[in-house]
C-alpha cells in the first residue's frame, strides 16, 4: 500500500472514532475560538499552574466495588507489601500498595528521536476508595516542562515505579525529555518493576501476543469498545495540534487510563503466580492452564528450584497440554530427574519419549544410550539405542559413539 493509500485508511479510521465519540461538526474559522473546542472545557479536567507555567490535568476514580473485568479493583488495595519482592528479584522487598505508580505514556512517536515527546503521561495508584488515574496533558510543546515539573512532584509521594515495557521504552524516553528539559530525572528513587517480562514468562506459551490489551482481552475478559488503536495516537494528536478540536482527544485520555487499569489489575496476578506456586494458590488468581503453568516451572528452573520446576511440570503435563509443549514439558522432566540423581525416574521418561515420534525422540535414545553405558554396562542395549538415533539421523558424535560401544561389546564378548 502507497503513502497516499495510508494515509487515506488512517483518516478513514480517525473519522469512525471521531462518529464513535459524539464529535461535533467543525465550525466556521471565525468560530474556532469556541470554548467547545479547548481541552479544559471539554472534559472535567483543570489547567494546572506551576513555576513553568500552565498545563493540563484530568483525574478519575475507578470505585473499589466495581470490577474491571475479571479483577476485583477494590481487593488491590489488600496486596501485601511484600508482594512484589520475587519478581522483581528482590529489588523491592517492602512498600505498601498506596505506593506503588502505575505509569505509561503517549508519545509523538518511537523513542531514540530528540523530537519524540511525552504529551500524556498517566499514572494511576491504588486507594481505598478504588483505583485512581491522574493524567498530565501537554496541550502544546511549550507546556513540557510544566508537565514534567508536575509529574516529578507526583512521583515523590510513591516508592515503586510500575510499568508495561517502561525499563525499554516509558522510563528511558521520560528521562530524555527531563535532561532537555533541563530538569532532575525523578526515577532514581523508585524501585521498578516492569511487568511485561513476567507476564511473558507465565503466559507467552499460550498466548502469541503479549501486549497489554491483548492480556486485558485473554486474561481479564475485557473487551474495548470504540478503543484507539496506539498506532493512531501520535496522528490524532498532531490532527489536535493543527484544529484544537478538542473531542479528538477523548479517546486517547480512555485509551491511558484503560492500559493503566489493567496494568494494576495484572499486577494482581502475575507477581502472585511466582510468590507462592502451590496449586490453591494460584487457581485463587486464576492460574489454571497447564500452558501458564509451564511458564511459572521455565522460570523456577532458570532460578535453580529444581524440585519445585519439576512439580510444576507435572501439574502442567496433568493439566493438558497441546502436543509440541507436552512433548517438550516431558523432556524437561526427564532432564530435572536426572539432575536431581533420580536415574529410574528420568529412565522412564526418556524411554517414553524414545517410543513414539516427537522432537527429543533422538535426544532421548542418546540419553537411554548413556544410561545403559554407564549405568547399567549394558553395551548391547545402548549399541540399540544408538543404532536407533542413527536411522532417524545421523551424526558425527553418535557415529563415535557407536564406534566406541561396539569396541566394548567386542571386548566384553
Not at 480517525?14 to 469556541?34: E, L, N, T, W
Not at 511440570?313 to 497441546?322: D, H, I, K, M
Request: aromatic residues 10%.
Amino acid at each position: 500500500m502507497d503513502l497516499q493509500a495510508q494515509l487515506a485508511n488512517l483518516r478513514q479510521r480517525v473519522a469512525a472514532i471521531d462518529a464513535r465519540y459524539g464529535a461535533p461538526p467543525a465550525p466556521p474559522s471565525r468560530q474556532r475560538a469556541d470554548t467547545r473546542f479547548f481541552i479544559e472545557h471539554w472534559s472535567e479536567g483543570e489547567v494546572v499552574s506551576n513555576d513553568f507555567g500552565p498545563h493540563f490535568q484530568m483525574e478519575r476514580l475507578y470505585p473499589g466495588h466495581k470490577r474491571h473485568g475479571s479483577a476485583d479493583i477494590g481487593a488491590l488495595s489488600e496486596l501485601p507489601e511484600s508482594f512484589l519482592d520475587v519478581l522483581s528479584d528482590r529489588e523491592i522487598t517492602s512498600a505498601p500498595p498506596e505506593r506503588w505508580a502505575f505509569l505509561d505514556t503517549e508519545t509523538t512517536g518511537l523513542m531514540g528521536s530528540p523530537g519524540t515527546y511525552a504529551f500524556l503521561i498517566g499514572i494511576g495508584r491504588i486507594t481505598r476508595e478504588g483505583f485512581r488515574v491522574r493524567q498530565f496533558f501537554m496541550r502544546e510543546y511549550a507546556e513540557e516542562r510544566s508537565v514534567l515539573a508536575a509529574v516529578a512532584s507526583h512521583l515523590k509521594k510513591f516508592d515503586v515505579l510500575i510499568t508495561y515495557n517502561g525499563k525499554s521504552y516509558d522510563q528511558p524516553l521520560l528521562e530524555m525529555r527531563y535532561r532537555q528539559a533541563a530538569h532532575k530525572l525523578p526515577f532514581g528513587r523508585l524501585g521498578h518493576l516492569d511487568l511485561l517480562h513476567g507476564a511473558r514468562r507465565l503466559w507467552k506459551l499460550r498466548l502469541e501476543d503479549c501486549r497489554l490489551v491483548q492480556l486485558e482481552e485473554q486474561i481479564l475478559g475485557v473487551c474495548r469498545e470504540g478503543d484507539l488503536p496506539g498506532e493512531l495516537i501520535p496522528y490524532v494528536y498532531f490532527e489536535y495540534l493543527r484544529s484544537h478540536e478538542a473531542y479528538r482527544l477523548v479517546p486517547i485520555f480512555h485509551h491511558n487510563a484503560m492500559d493503566i487499569l489493567t496494568l494494576a489489575c495484572l499486577t494482581a496476578i502475575v507477581p502472585a503466580a511466582f510468590r507462592q506456586t502451590d496449586a490453591e494458590s494460584l487457581s485463587q488468581v486464576g492460574v489454571r492452564r497447564g500452558e501458564d503453568l509451564a511458564g511459572i516451572a521455565r522460570w523456577l528452573r532458570s532460578t535453580d528450584e529444581h524440585a519445585a520446576a519439576l512439580e510444576m511440570f507435572q501439574r502442567a503435563v496433568e493439566a493438558g497440554l497441546p502436543d509440541k509443549l507436552l512433548f517438550r514439558s516431558l523432556w524437561e522432566i526427564a532432564l530435572l530427574e536426572k539432575k536431581l540423581e533420580r536415574p529410574q525416574a528420568a529412565f522412564q521418561h526418556f524411554t517414553e519419549l524414545a517410543g513414539c515420534r516427537n522432537e527429543y525422540r533422538i535426544a532421548a535414545l542418546e540419553e537411554l544410550a548413556k544410561h545403559y553405558e554407564h549405568k547399567e554396562r549394558n553395551y548391547l542395549s545402548a549399541l540399540e539405542c544408538t543404532r536407533q538415533a542413527l536411522d532417524y539421523k545421523t551424526s558425527a558424535s553418535l557415529r563415535r559413539r557407536l564406534e566406541r560401544l561396539e569396541r566394548r561389546h567386542t571386548k566384553m564378548s
